[in-house]
């Protein structure tokens, strides 16, 4: 079986969804296809995100935030939430794809305050939440 075609959907599309969607293509390979997208999106791509995703060997500084409701075809099979803000508008995405839904709730970084080290520390915590969460999906088992 191989890994289902993902639709990764937070807030804003800068930070938790388009890091879910580098680390599942880098965890799965470069043919795993994943896509993100945002609810209200940003208009840009946030810097801490991109500079602790660089750490990783990924290059996401030329990300364009999407919204849920520019979301083409081919529908994804797995759409994942990763805000609470994102959930009823996704679940609703999901059942009109027919895809499966899932929420993976990971706080927004961008939230947290002080120097520039405690929030680059923000941004790699939720990075490495992501990061686990994806390295702890499983493929569904056939049934014997």
Not at 36 to 65: H, Q, T, Y
Not at 81 to 93: E, G
Not at 108 to 127: I, K, N, V
């Amino acid at each position: 079986m191989s890994v289902p075609s993902v639709l990764f959907v937070c807030g804003r599309n800068a930070i938790r969804s388009p890091m879910a969607a580098a680390l599942w293509r880098q965890q799965f390979g470069d043919a795993a296809q994943a896509r993100s997208c945002g609810v209200i999106p940003a208009a840009f791509a946030d810097g801490f995100m991109v500079a602790v995703m660089a750490e990783l060997g990924c290059d996401l500084e030329d990300i364009s935030p999407m919204a849920l409701s520019g979301v083409t075809d081919p529908p994804a099979a797995l759409v994942v939430s990763l805000s609470s803000a994102a959930d009823r508008l996704a679940r609703q995405y999901a059942a009109d794809k027919s895809a499966e839904f899932q929420a993976w709730p990971i706080p927004d970084p961008s939230e947290t305050g002080g120097s520039r080290e405690q929030r680059l520390s923000a941004y790699r915590q939720t990075r490495d939440a992501i990061k686990a969460r994806i390295a702890d999906w499983h493929l569904p088992r056939k049934s014997a």
